[in-house]
């Protein structure tokens, strides 16, 4: 039912009149948030949000502005608001950070009519944020070609950080210190009692989202970017995460919720953690050499059944060098051997992974050879090095992913894709992507404070692909030949990492003679059984540390990580049910430091109940590992 707002007034949760008072109010579920509409003195539309204690945007603008300056929504725009909907439903997604999802929101269209293109702006508030959205009916008799206007006005100078390609992250910054081009996600401290975040969700064409500003500001809008939204056609959401905490942000779900159901049969996707033959290549062991042949394979694949991980990855090369226009993907160099452990590999419950380049991708037809991978038994592709616009990558990694479900195929993009905007609810095959700086990728490390500000920012997108779980940090001969720089970090910290980093497929890298050497992380790698059950950011702070506990079917999992600094941290076990359980704990060793020391370690073990806590030390760019299980 729609109504022309000039004649009623409408209801509690969204109010105004369009004579006199243009202000429209949209409260959250929880009364907490709220947000409004309005149209100014200069007839423009802008959206504002605020909390019970904080003003977070001040008015912003919304709409478009076409040819000749001319803006859409019009001053003389006829305007029509739906009634509230409210929607209280439940998510149970394939896979994810947790079985149910509370899927919980109001909802509330503007249209506009009568002067240039109809256009509906759609504003939904969750207790965890707000999302707008552009649409033109379907029965309009024009769409939209113009540039969008949306503006972020936050209403103070608060501190940020920022995606930063395969780098460390941008920030901590003053918003009124950035200058120019900065890209999602954007993190945002208010003070140390709310956050928020800046992203996009359901992106389905166009050009992926940019945000600008100018130095001295604290405003950041959208790219200048032509946005052409034929007769049915929708934007993405322009979405703000809210939370009280950093870890609400990590926890939150509306950037997926945002995004469709899936259409189809999804049963198949199976997350877990994969062995992988990259940084194993040339590694020595005993006398015995490992190559990105069949018998390295077969050892890796004895390894991972042995500890219960589902997957292999064979990443580039195995069907000639990646770049050359001449390197078949479906019948060059090492294709025999690939579809000989395929099958060796299913007798063991494993499934493999194949590599693929986009030149290959290309010349291809990539039809053809994501079907034959399929008819191979191929579980999925690593797909590496899109070329190609924002705009162009983003369809062509769409298309890339619906092929993949059309032939029960996982899929992790690689080395700068585009950013995730919770395609994993519509595709869940899309399990992974590396939208973060991966350690060693590329030959280059990084420090431990970047890892504790990639959860925070790049991991608000989706899972991430980081090759975490490093347990040769000392690049001896038990790693690639050509990898020889030292990780900082330590043995206990790569472990927790594995946890804390949220990704369908948790793709640790070396040899398994490094993980048999030490049998206490081991143990904890192998009770990573997803999928989750429930997923909870228990502590942290961006940039400095974080605490991050997960559920498995039999077992309660935790990982902590720290920056540079050694800390302290007291985790309080109130998330356990009744009962007692058995604490298996890993900390660092008393004298673990991330650039020397790294392998010393400690274990210990205690009972505990929900009304008791584990006091955990992490050295310098150390970590802990607990296992939790209730007790017979």
Not at 36 to 51: A, G
Not at 159 to 166: C, P
Not at 264 to 293: E, I, L
């Amino acid at each position: 039912m729609k109504r022309t707002i000039s004649f009623c007034t409408a209801c509690a949760l969204f109010v105004g009149m369009y004579a006199g008072n243009k202000d429209f109010t949209l409260k959250s579920p929880d009364g907490n948030l709220k947000i409004e509409i309005h149209q100014d003195e200069d007839s423009q539309w802008t959206i504002s949000l605020n909390d019970s204690e904080h003003q977070l945007l001040s008015p912003s603008l919304i709409g478009f502005k076409g040819d000749n300056s001319t803006i859409y929504p019009s001053a003389s725009s006829t305007v029509d608001i739906s009634d509230v909907t409210k929607h209280r439903g439940v998510w149970k997604p394939v896979w994810g950070k947790r079985e149910n999802v509370a899927d919980e929101y109001n909802e509330r269209s503007i249209s506009f009519s009568g002067t240039g293109p109809d256009l509906t702006v759609t504003v939904r508030a969750y207790n965890d944020g707000m999302a707008f959205r552009y649409s033109v009916p379907e029965d309009a008799s024009e769409g939209i070609k113009a540039e969008e206007r949306t503006v972020f006005n936050f209403a103070g100078d608060y501190t940020a950080w920022f995606y930063n390609g395969e780098n460390h992250n941008i920030g901590p910054e003053k918003l009124s210190e950035s200058k120019g081009k900065r890209l999602p996600v954007m993190t945002i401290m208010v003070d140390e009692n709310c956050y928020m975040a800046v992203h996009e969700a359901d992106l389905r064409s166009g050009t992926p989202m940019e945000l600008t500003s100018e130095q001295g500001e604290t405003s950041f809008r959208i790219s200048p970017a032509v946005t052409e939204l034929t007769p049915g056609d929708m934007s993405a959401w322009r979405v703000v995460m809210y939370g009280k905490h950093p870890g609400t942000l990590v926890d939150s779900h509306i950037i997926e919720l945002l995004n469709p159901e899936p259409s189809g049969d999804f049963s198949w996707v199976k997350p877990g953690v994969a062995v992988w033959d990259w940084r194993a290549d040339g590694a020595v062991w005993d006398g015995y050499t490992y190559r990105m042949s069949y018998d390295s394979w077969v050892r890796l694949v004895d390894f991972a059944s042995e500890e219960g991980f589902c997957y292999l990855v064979l990443d580039a090369n195995w069907y000639g060098p990646e770049h050359e226009a001449e390197s078949n993907p479906l019948t060059g160099d090492k294709a025999s051997d690939v579809r000989r452990i395929i099958q060796y590999a299913k007798g063991k419950g494993v499934g493999v992974w194949l590599y693929l380049n986009d030149v290959g991708g290309r010349k291809y037809p990539i039809e053809e050879t994501l079907k034959q991978y399929s008819s191979w038994g191929a579980a999925g592709i690593k797909y590496g090095f899109m070329r190609g616009s924002q705009t162009e990558k983003n369809k062509w990694t769409q298309k890339i992913t619906a092929l993949c479900a059309e032939n029960k195929l996982l899929v992790d993009f690689h080395d700068g894709p585009v950013h995730p905007y919770g395609q994993m609810r519509t595709w869940p095959n899309a399990v992974t992507r590396e939208y973060c700086q991966a350690q060693l990728d590329g030959h280059k490390v990084f420090q431990p404070s970047t890892f504790v500000t990639s959860v925070f920012v790049n991991m608000l997108a989706g899972p991430i692909d980081m090759n975490n779980g490093m347990f040769d940090l000392r690049q001896g001969n038990t790693t690639r030949t050509d990898e020889n720089k030292p990780v900082p970090s330590t043995l206990v910290s790569e472990a927790a990492r594995t946890l804390i980093v949220f990704s369908g497929a948790t793709i640790i890298p070396d040899i398994p003679e490094y993980y048999r050497s030490h049998p206490e992380l081991l143990e904890f790698l192998s009770a990573q059984k997803m999928p989750w059950k429930e997923s909870r950011t228990l502590a942290g702070e961006i940039g400095r540390y974080i605490v991050m506990m997960r559920q498995t079917s039999d077992a309660y999992l935790i990982g902590a990580a720290t920056d540079e600094n050694a800390r302290e941290i007291d985790i309080p076990l109130d998330f356990l049910p009744k009962g007692t359980y058995t604490a298996k704990i890993t900390e660092d060793g008393d004298d673990a430091h991330y650039l020397h020391n790294r392998e010393t370690l400690k274990t210990s073990q205690r009972n505990v109940t929900r009304k008791d806590s584990l006091k955990v030390k992490l050295a310098p760019g150390g970590g802990a590992c607990i296992i939790l299980k209730k007790s017979n």
